[in-house]
Structure formats: structure tokens, C-alpha cells
């Protein structure tokens, strides 16, 4: 049995590695430790334990990005460091180029506790990368926290939740192969040692 759990596991590992481009298309289940497929054929971008999807082909209201990114297992982005932020405007970049400007919802918002937190941790949001003079919640209606991506940067803004943008998901994984192998091979060591 743990002969074939190891086998499954490595199939598991090569395909993840077997991917290009960086792209994974597996995360693995926090609560089963099994890997499965978020979004077949589409690339993910992976940085630490986080998958990132960029729904580009997406365009809805602040909730309707949540819906969407909950479908497919994952949340709307929190955004917490500057380093996070950094890298999601390298991978647009690197994937948009000099076009014109995107804007993605994140998970931040005021809608649930009138204060700033991400919905997607929960934690209050203590980084930003504002535009000049954000947030301001302009008409006492702005809600809701996009990115813009451009050229200059990726900026932050809050605005009304209804507004369409694309989504930004994101994923943990909180079991890696590598780590779930290397227990079973250190299970499966201590077992013919006892036998």
C-alpha cells in the first residue's frame, strides 16, 4: 500500500514538474493531502505556497469575482507584502506587456467591519501601494479594493463593488508532494526497520 501511495505521489510530482512556463495546474487538498486539478489548461503562477490565477477573460462586480474564484477553490487575492505585490506585477508584466491597463479585484474591502481587511484572510490590511490620495471612498459608496496594472506599477483604489473588473485568485497549498514523500518514505523506512 505505501508502494503505491509513493508512486501515485511521484506521477503526482512529475506532472507538477513537467509543466512549463512555471505553470501548475494542481494544488494539493488541505484536507486530504490528494492533488487535483483548479483549473485544467490554465496557467497558474506560483510563488512560496501561493497559486495565482489571473482571470483576465473575467469581467464582473466585486462579488461576482468572489463567486468566481471560489468555483474554482480558491480566493480573490490578498495582496500583504510589498514583495507579493512586486511579484504579481512582474508575472503581469512578463504576461500583458506594454498594454493598456487591467484592473483586478482583490479580496480587500470595508463591506463587512467599515474598515479596511482582506475577506480572503481576514486580516486588517496593514500594506499598500495606493494611487495618490487613496482610499478616499469617494460618494461614500467606494466598498471594494482593485489593483490597476500598467506599465508605471500595479496601484491600488478603492471603488464601488458593482463596477466590473476582472478577478485575481489565489490558492494556498498547505501540503507539498515533496514533503507528503518524504514522510511516507520515512514511514515506510521505520516500517521494515520494526519488522
Known amino acids: 500500500m505505501v508502494k503505491q501511495i509513493m508512486m501515485v505521489l511521484l506521477t503526482i510530482l512529475f506532472k507538477l514538474k513537467m509543466n512549463s512556463a512555471g505553470s501548475v495546474n494542481y494544488a494539493i487538498n488541505k484536507d486530504t493531502g490528494v492533488a487535483q486539478a483548479i483549473v485544467p489548461a490554465v496557467k497558474l503562477e506560483q510563488k512560496g505556497n501561493t497559486l495565482y490565477y489571473f482571470a483576465y477573460t473575467m469581467e464582473g462586480s466585486w462579488f461576482q469575482a468572489m463567486e468566481f474564484c471560489k ?6 487575492v490578498s495582496i ?12 503581469m508584466t512578463e504576461f500583458f506587456g506594454d498594454t493598456d491597463e487591467y484592473r483586478f479585484w482583490t479580496s480587500g474591502t470595508t463591506l463587512a467591519y467599515n474598515k ?80
Not at 80 to 91: A, H, P, S, V
Not at 145 to 170: P, T
Open 116 to 195: 479596511l481587511v482582506w475577506m480572503g484572510t481576514g486580516r486588517p490590511i496593514v500594506y499598500g501601494n495606493w494611487y495618490p490620495g487613496e482610499p478616499n471612498n469617494s460618494g461614500n459608496d467606494e466598498k471594494c479594493i482593485e489593483i490597476a496594472y500598467s506599465k508605471k506599477g500595479l496601484q491600488w483604489n478603492d471603488v464601488n463593488q458593482i463596477r466590473r473588473r476582472h478577478a485575481l485568485c489565489e490558492a494556498k497549498i498547505t501540503k507539498s508532494v515533496t514533503d507528503m514523500v518524504s514522510k511516507l518514505c520515512s514511514t515506510s523506512t521505520s516500517v521494515k526497520n520494526n519488522n
Open 71 to 76: 468555483g474554482l477553490n480558491m480566493d480573490l
Open 80 to 91: 500583504e507584502t510589498e514583495e507579493e505585490n512586486n511579484f504579481l506585477f512582474d508575472q
